[in-house]
């Protein structure tokens, strides 16, 4: 055998003792999550992952590969929090909630704690549609956005994949919208004053909606009406004045904790 295919041997070899050792550390990883269950200790815990990539790297004997093996070891970490997450929350996380409630952000950064890829609605629209949703709301009216909005609330509900999924705030008008999202995920309203979203918003050009009256009267009437629908929709609330974005996600993770979802296709 030539010098070459001697070290592909070892390649092979060492690949299959990875993927062993994997393996192995996945079921470690189911264990933990479920004797975490049993003694009621959160499951999340970033402290407890820098201690590890620390620790990992005081292992690393060639210092040249030490950024190469943290760089693995988080992704080995973010694989762990999606088997983890998969198994506490086999369902769609979808936040719901007027414009400026943080959604996008909070769904972002929820994402990243329970390793679930996050969907937002109105740039998934935009991407697919190729047009800013002011420019389609302008140009192509309010139903037909609604009726882009439905189509896509249906694919991506769909999915096989769970996601953390936030909506635009005029989701929930819709009957259909509110039973695709329900029966396949856990529906979030994040709640916050007039006073606040306004303070949020008001330098937006982007909301449709409020151009020509972007004012805490008209914040607070569109609010009115809606609520109701929010109220419908909602699995739990979440009040956001003067949280932080962590303060918020760390509340929604601890509530599903406690809810029980059976997801239907
Ligand atoms: C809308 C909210 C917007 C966007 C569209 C309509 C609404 O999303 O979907 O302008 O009806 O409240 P955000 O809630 O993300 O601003």
Redesign the pocket.
């Known amino acids: 055998m030539d010098e070459l295919s001697l070290l592909r041997n070892e390649i092979d070899e060492l690949d299959r003792k990875l993927v062993e050792v994997l393996e192995k550390r996945m079921y470690v990883v189911m264990n933990i999550m479920k004797a975490k269950k049993r003694m009621g200790i959160p499951v999340m815990n970033q402290d407890r992952e820098c201690e590890v990539i620390t620790k990992i790297s005081s292992y690393v004997q060639n210092q040249r590969f030490r950024n190469e093996i943290q760089f693995i070891q988080k992704k080995v970490m973010e694989s762990s929090r999606r088997i983890q997450s998969e198994q506490l929350f086999p369902y769609h996380i979808v936040l719901v909630?007027?414009?400026?409630?943080g959604?996008?952000t909070v769904a972002r950064e929820i994402g990243e704690m329970v390793g679930k890829h996050s969907i937002?609605?109105?740039q998934f629209?935009e991407e697919q549609e190729a047009a800013r949703?002011?420019d389609i709301?302008q140009l192509q009216g309010?139903n037909t956005?609604r009726e882009i909005?439905k189509k896509v609330i249906k694919k991506i509900t769909s999915q096989l994949e769970t996601t953390v999924i936030?909506?635009?705030?005029?989701?929930v008008?819709n009957e259909e919208n509110i039973r695709n999202l329900k029966q396949t995920g856990v529906v979030i309203w994040l709640k916050a004053s007039p006073e606040e979203i306004y303070q949020r918003?008001k330098e937006?050009t982007?909301?449709?909606?409020l151009k020509e009256d972007m004012s805490v009267n008209k914040i607070a009437s569109?609010l009115q009406q809606?609520i109701p629908f929010y109220g419908k929709a909602a699995d739990f609330i979440v009040e956001t004045d003067e949280k932080s974005v962590k303060e918020i996600c760390l509340e929604i993770v601890k509530k599903l904790g406690s809810v029980q979802h059976d997801r239907r296709y």
């Open positions: 909630g007027f414009m400026g409630t959604k996008s937002d609605i109105d629209i949703i002011s709301f309010e956005f909005e936030s909506t635009g705030g005029g989701v008008l918003i937006s982007e909301r449709p909606l569109l809606r």
